[in-house]
């Protein structure tokens, strides 16, 4: 499956390997591209291994928002 959460927040080279290391370290996530100048975050996923509310977690603890 593929998903594109928008999340605020990120503004730079670090924040992109933060967000992108978070989601890549989920079980079942096998692709993370990460558009700053839009904050898109572009996932390819396994949905049987995790779940959108997982890869929201992960980017939340990394201190971003994850906007609906």
């Known amino acids: 499956m593929e998903i594109t959460l928008s ?7 670090h924040c992109k390997s933060a967000v992108q ?3 890549k370290n989920l079980s079942g996530v096998t692709s ?7 904050g898109k975050v572009d996932v390819v996923y396994d949905d049987a291994l ?3 509310e997982d890869m ?7 201190g971003y928002d994850v906007v609906n």
């Open 21 to 23: 290391d978070a989601l």
């Open 32 to 38: 993370v591209e990460v558009h700053l100048d839009s």
């Open 7 to 13: 999340v605020s927040g990120m503004t730079c080279g």
């Open 50 to 52: 995790v779940s959108k």
């Open 56 to 62: 929201e977690e992960a980017i939340e603890e990394q």
